[in-house]
């Protein structure tokens, strides 16, 4: 007999109960059979049996021992391969190439989560993830709005994103607090490249520490005004205000300038 399971809170765990969204979301993922599907956090299977009845493997990456055991028990090894891990210690470099990573994230990991992934996305196809509308807004936010931050630049120098569609509180097992959304993101193959990546995280982070300031002030010490002007950033803006290249193009005249001296 299979005992109910109560939702953990520290685990991000709200379940998806709508049959509908359920179904859109696997239209949208569009799984074949022979593709490297990867989900992160299966939970009670909600995404995870739909997709098993489409393709010919999937692995699933669970951290509660209690919904693993739970899975196992329901979908025979070898076609589901269940690892038991906090995600965020994964090292995807072991799963293969061209994979399909998918989830319906734990929300309070998520930031950590992205950023992770991005280390491994010369190996990704492409991510399917159900995240809390507003980080979706962020992640997607244009230049010049107030959603515009080191999230937007970050990950929009290493994506392609789209938000493909709005869930509502109520398709989910408890109802969170916040709204859900889709996004697809896929790695970008040709980047503007920044010749140093820390360099630019560096930059991004220490620019949006203090968004409201000016970027002279918030760069002092970092950005001298010869290297705004070679950038031809004018320093009187701020963070929010410079687009994906403009911060490229700053750190690699910032890179450039240190190994000169
Ligand atoms: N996919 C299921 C669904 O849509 O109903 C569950 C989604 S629930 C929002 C998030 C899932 O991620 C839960 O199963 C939770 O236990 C799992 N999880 C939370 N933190 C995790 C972590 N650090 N590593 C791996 N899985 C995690």
Known sequence: MTTAHHPRKRFGQNFLKDPGVIENIIKLIHPKKNENLLEIGPGLGA????????????????????????LQKKWPEPQLTIVSADVLNVDFSHYGQRLRIIGNLPY????????HLA????????????????VIDRMIANPGTTAFGRLS?????WFTMEKLLEVPAEA???KPKVESAIIRMV????????INESELSCLVK??????????RNTLKGTINPVLFSQAEIDSGLRAED???????????LLTTSQNRN
């Open 153 to 157: 630049v970050m990950l929009q120098y």
């Open 206 to 215: 220490a620019a949006f520490s203090q968004r409201r300031k000016t970027l």
């Open 47 to 70: 995404l995870t049996f739909p997709i098993l009845d489409q393709v010919a493997h999937l692995t699933v990456i669970e951290i509660d021992h209690d919904l693993i055991h739970k």
């Open 242 to 252: 410079l687009s994906v290249s403009d911060y490229v193009r700053l750190a690699n």
């Open 119 to 134: 280390q491994f996305r010369a190996q990704i196809q492409d991510l399917h993830f159900m995240l809390q509308k507003e």
């Open 108 to 115: 309070n990991i998520s930031t950590p989560l992205l950023f």
């Open 172 to 174: 989910f097992h408890p």
């Open 187 to 194: 790695p970008k193959l040709t980047i503007p490249s920044a």
